[in-house]
C-alpha cells in the first residue's frame, strides 16, 4: 500500500526566506504526486503536480517540486516567502498513476513571520 | 469554468439524527469523490462515484453512504450522526480517466453536537 510522510507539521520561516517543505512516499509502482494548499476555513487549492513528464514541476505562487525516484522523494520549495504562503500544505499520491482516489500526507502548517 | 461547489457551508446536527451533503462537480467531470478531513486522523478517502457508480469505497462504516445523479452531481448521506463525525467534509472532481486530476470544493463543516 501507498504512503505519505510529510516531516515536520510545523516550518517557521521568515518573510523573504526559503522555504523547504518535505514529502517522502512509498509506492510500489512511480505515483502520480501532488501538492494541494489549504488556507484557513477553505478546501484545498491544487499547487502543482507530477505527472510522469518532467521532474522538476512549476506551479502557482512561484512554488516549485521535484520528483526524484531515487530517494523516493518530492520536496516543494519556494525561493522567497511571502506573508500571504501562511497555510497548510499537503503531500498527496496518486497510485497508480490516474487514480481517482489519493493518500494525503498529515500536512505541514507553514508560519510565515516579518 | 466554474469550480466544485459544495453546499451547505456550515451544518450544526445533534446525536442520532441524518445530514445530507451536496456536490456540484466542474463541468463535464464525470467522477467524484469524498474526503472527510479531522485534526487527529487528517484527510481520509470515504468513496468515489464515476457515472452514477461508487467505484472506490474507503474504510468508513455503513452509515456512510452516497450517490451521483446523471447530471454528475453528488450527495452523501451520514446517518446516526456521533460526536465523531464532526469534521470538514470535501468532495473532488476530475474527469475519471486519464491523468485524473483531483480539484476540491471549499467543504461543509458538520458540528454534532
Known amino acids: 500500500a501507498q504512503s505519505v510522510t510529510q516531516l515536520g507539521s510545523h516550518v517557521s520561516v521568515s518573510e523573504g526566506a526559503l522555504v523547504l517543505l518535505r514529502c517522502n512516499y512509498s509506492s510500489s509502482v512511480p505515483p502520480y504526486l501532488f501538492w494541494y494548499v489549504q488556507y484557513p476555513n477553505q478546501g484545498l487549492q491544487l499547487l502543482l503536480k507530477y505527472t510522469s513528464a518532467a521532474t522538476l514541476v512549476k506551479g502557482i505562487n512561484g512554488f516549485e517540486a521535484e520528483f526524484k525516484k531515487s530517494e523516493t522523494s518530492f520536496h516543494l520549495t519556494k525561493p522567497s516567502a511571502h506573508m500571504s504562503d501562511a497555510a497548510e500544505y499537503f503531500c498527496?499520491?496518486?497510485?497508480?498513476?490516474?487514480?481517482?482516489?489519493?493518500?494525503f500526507g498529515k500536512g505541514t502548517m507553514l508560519l510565515v513571520s516579518p | 469554468k466554474a469550480g466544485v461547489t459544495q453546499t451547505p457551508r456550515y451544518l450544526i446536527k445533534t446525536r442520532g439524527q441524518q445530514v445530507t451533503l451536496s456536490c456540484s462537480p466542474i463541468?463535464?467531470?464525470?467522477?467524484v469523490s469524498w474526503y472527510q478531513q479531522t485534526p487527529g486522523q487528517g484527510l481520509q478517502f470515504l468513496f468515489e462515484?464515476?457515472?452514477?457508480?461508487?467505484?472506490n469505497k474507503g474504510n468508513f462504516p455503513g452509515r456512510f453512504s452516497g450517490r451521483q445523479f446523471s447530471n454528475s452531481r453528488s450527495e452523501m448521506n451520514v446517518s446516526t450522526l456521533e460526536l465523531g463525525d464532526s469534521a470538514l467534509y470535501l468532495c473532488?472532481?476530475?474527469?475519471?480517466?486519464?491523468?485524473?486530476?483531483?480539484?476540491f470544493g471549499a467543504g461543509t463543516r458538520l458540528s454534532v453536537l
Open positions: 473532488a472532481s476530475s474527469e475519471g480517466h486519464g491523468k485524473n486530476i483531483q480539484y
Open positions: 498527496a499520491v496518486s497510485v497508480p498513476p490516474g487514480y481517482s482516489t489519493l493518500t
Open positions: 463541468s463535464g467531470h464525470r467522477s
Open positions: 462515484y464515476f457515472s452514477e457508480t461508487q467505484r
